[in-house]
């Protein structure tokens, strides 16, 4: 775990750096520049483009990590691996751009009524959704590799200036609607790009292939393996868009705009789980590979713990300052009524965090076929929720939706990881850290409330971040963080002894 620790703390720096440049562009620019209207549009155009790019991959970016450590050679260029993480996603590509094309009338009819502005850019979604496989196909082979810090600077820094900058065109009115649309997907292909270039200077990239090094039970595997994942991709990229479709499909873009703004902020609260899941994914992968599933839980169990810390402080930071943010951002009188979606969403997004690993775990194990259940399940519940809160609740509703969705899913989720691979995430540090969050959160209650917003986020902040410092060191609630706050206690004294 020390590794994951070392290179989750480079790639969380990294991520939160991106996260300061999604926040200013999102909360500053965005809001400023764009009408709801506009955030609507462009965010549902980037998401339609993330679920056909999940989809054109094949289930490449998920079985990468499940057979890498079958290829993996370094002296032999990895046995051509990356031929066939390069040839997949390059055929579903082709697949699935005639799927869209095949498919516009009836994703048309979808939009129509309340989102018609969608249907002008609808073809701009090929070229989105396929450099961002390719991104994503590079990036997380550099990840297999243990490499996340340079992927994570192209993708959580890089594209987001570049995407600054195509809001900041439009806003000073150098480009037209047009013309964003148009700059949001040269952003996305330059990054892609620049993860190939990457790849190539730090990694074996031969397209050089030996067939008969894939056996035919190894390769009977890859394509059962494949094929599940294909169905699985599409209920898992339906799930993570349900509530944004709908609610542009039966509310409008307008009201997409406001939940895009809401459903940003509290997405805040799993930045950090990104970089650990990244590190943790391979050697999951390799000790389930080799029926070492003690390993693989004791993983688990850190994974889910260290994912709740960061991202329970996170979400506590950005609910107890949720009104300051409103007070503070351009229009905040508009988007202030996806306040409840914050608290909804974030609630949703820390279930996701602590026990999400135990999806990947099952992804890489042989009972990867659960799930296909698992994410049919949910989506189903997603689908049936949002149906039923939308129309009642609006916005709130779809987050309440996702919640719900949430809970349940990986309610079944967690029976499936005990019953199959032994997996608990559950430690007495884990409940330890549940109290703790609960009693910062009641201390917030006591703080005297400033009337500038700026004043009272800063110092609110400060306290918060004080007292689960201290909470978290008594309680011991991590050796990994207890010790990285030693030695970062041990330099500050001797540069105060200087």
């Known amino acids: 775990m020390g590794v994951i620790i070392r290179q989750s703390i480079k790639g969380t720096i990294v991520t939160y750096a991106g996260a300061f440049l999604g926040f200013v562009t999102t909360m500053f620019v965005i809001t400023k520049y764009l009408t709801p209207e506009d955030v609507g549009l462009t965010r549902v155009l980037l998401e339609i483009g993330m679920l056909f790019s999940g989809l054109s991959m094949l289930g490449t970016s998920a079985s990468m990590f499940r057979f890498f450590p079958y290829f993996k050679d370094k002296s032999k260029n990895h046995n051509g691996f990356f031929f066939y993480i390069v040839c997949i996603p390059f055929i579903g590509c082709l697949l699935f751009v005639a799927v869209y094309l095949i498919a516009r009338q009836p994703i048309t009819a979808f939009f129509v009524t309340k989102s018609a502005l969608l249907i002008d850019y609808y073809y701009w979604v090929i070229p989105l959704f396929v450099v961002m496989a390719f991104r994503t196909i590079f990036e997380n082979y550099s990840n297999i590799n243990m490499r996340i810090v340079v992927p994570r600077i192209n993708s959580e820094v890089i594209l987001r200036l570049l995407i600054m900058a195509v809001y900041l065109l439009f806003g000073w009115h150098f480009v037209g609607r047009g013309g964003m649309v148009i700059g949001l997907v040269i952003a996305y292909g330059a990054t892609m790009l620049i993860a190939l270039g990457y790849v190539a200077a730090t990694n074996s990239v031969s397209l050089r292939h030996d067939v008969s090094f894939v056996s035919p039970a190894l390769r009977k595997d890859i394509v ?104 503070i951002i351009p229009n905040g009188s508009v988007y202030v009524a996806g306040k409840w979606v914050v608290l909804f969403i974030g609630l949703a997004r820390l279930v996701s965090v602590t026990l999400g690993f135990g999806g990947t775990m099952i992804s890489f194990s042989k009972y990867y076929y659960w799930s296909l259940y698992f994410t049919l399940i949910l989506t189903t519940i997603g689908i049936a929720t949002n149906l039923w809160l939308i129309p009642i609740l609006g916005i709130t509703g779809a987050a309440i939706a996702t919640l719900l969705t949430c809970l349940l899913s990986y309610l079944i989720q967690q029976w499936i990881v005990l019953k199959k691979i032994k997996g608990n995430p559950y430690t007495v540090n884990l409940f330890k850290l549940m109290g703790i969050l609960l009693v910062v959160w009641g201390i917030n209650f006591f703080l005297v409330k400033l009337s500038n917003p700026w004043i009272d986020g800063i110092y609110r902040t400060f306290i918060i971040t004080v007292v689960c410092a201290v909470l978290f060191y008594v309680f011991n609630i991590s050796d990994d963080l207890r010790n990285t706050i030693r030695v970062i206690l041990k330099r500050v004294k001797k540069i105060i002894s200087l």
């Open 224 to 327: 059962r393996y494949t094929l599940f994942l294909i169905v699985g991709t599409l209920s898992g990229a339906l799930i993570s868009k349900i509530d944004l479709f709908m609610v542009s499909s039966q509310l409008g873009l307008e009201s997409a705009g406001i939940f895009t703004i809401a459903f940003f902020i509290a997405s805040i609260t799993e930045i950090p789980s990104r970089s650990i899941s990244s590190i943790a994914s391979p050697i999951a992968a390799e000790a389930l590979k080799n029926g070492d599933f003690t390993t693989a839980n004791q993983l688990y169990q850190k994974v889910a713990l260290h994912q709740l810390m960061a991202g329970g402080f996170i979400f506590l930071v950005v609910w107890i300052n949720i009104d300051n943010i409103f007070a």
